[in-house]
T-cell receptor, first 114, second 115 residues
Framework: DGGITQSPKYLFRKEGQNVTLSCEQN?????MYWYRQDPGQGLRLIYYSQIVNDFQKGDIAEGYSVSREKKESFPLTVTSAQKNPTAFYLCASSIGRDRSYGYTFGSGTRLTVV | GENVEQHPSTLSVQEGDSAVIKCTYSDSASNYFPWYKQELGKGPQLIIDIRSNVGEKKDQRIAVTLNKTAKHFSLHITETQPEDSAVYFCAASIASSGSARQLTFGSGTQLTVLP
């Protein structure tokens, strides 16, 4: 079955550490997205990518970095510059361009600073 | 940029009653409005969407209405069941030529269906 896989499901980060969240899709979607979810604030866009080797900042990109070396993969690194990283992170993909059929979301990674 | 407001933030209904969630958007150029359902600890799932050339769309117990003039759209769930309990998000997007859609989400509504 096609879908998006996020790993790990839970992740703990110490102060000053960088951590990388994995996102893999086998839907042959062109576009991929990273969202952050905090209680009562909906989903906020961190980064998105429309095509391999290209990505754009979203609304809250500071303290995060991404890469898109393969169509199937869009990992997110939470750097030590992100001062409040505890949140639920969601990866999504879509066909992209003007042919939108909505987003397909992964099951999320819950990141906690310890 | 686009701003989407969603109300109410929490909604409790008796099983079998109807539930209505409302959203407003700010950018009149928005032309795609999906609704997502998120169960606890899971990612959101698309349940219904509507495009700006349509005023209403229905899928079994779920319907969405769009008023472009007033810039608001609503989700209607009839004959609610306990399994409808979840967080519901509305979203809006503008598709510009050659670019991927970027959704702007509302803040979510926690729907609780009481048995």
């Amino acid at each position: 079955d096609g879908g998006i896989t996020q790993s790990p499901k839970y992740l703990f980060r110490k102060e000053g550490q960088n951590v990388t969240l994995s996102c893999e899709q086998n839907l042959n979607h062109d576009a991929m997205y990273w969202y952050r979810q905090d209680p009562g604030q909906g989903l906020r866009l961190i980064y998105y990518s429309q095509i391999v080797n290209d990505f754009q900042k979203g609304d809250i990109a500071e303290g995060y970095s991404v890469s898109r070396e393969k169509k199937e993969s869009f990992p997110l690194t939470v750097t030590s510059a992100q001062k409040n990283p505890t949140a639920f992170y969601l990866c999504a993909s879509s066909i992209g361009r003007d042919r939108s059929y909505g987003y397909t979301f992964g099951s999320g990674t819950r990141l906690t600073v310890v | 940029g686009e701003n989407v407001e969603q109300h109410p933030s929490t909604l409790s209904v008796q099983e079998g009653d109807s539930a209505v969630i409302k959203c407003t958007y700010s950018d009149s150029a928005s032309n795609y409005f999906p609704w997502y359902k998120q169960e606890l600890g899971k990612g959101p799932q698309l349940i219904i969407d509507i495009r700006s050339n349509v005023g209403e769309k229905k899928d079994q117990r779920i319907a969405v209405t769009l008023n472009k003039t007033a810039k608001h759209f609503s989700l209607h769930i009839t004959e609610t069941q306990p399994e409808d309990s979840a967080v519901y998000f509305c979203a809006a997007s503008i598709a510009s030529s050659g670019s991927a859609r970027q959704l702007t989400f509302g803040s979510g509504t926690q729907l609780t269906v009481l048995p």
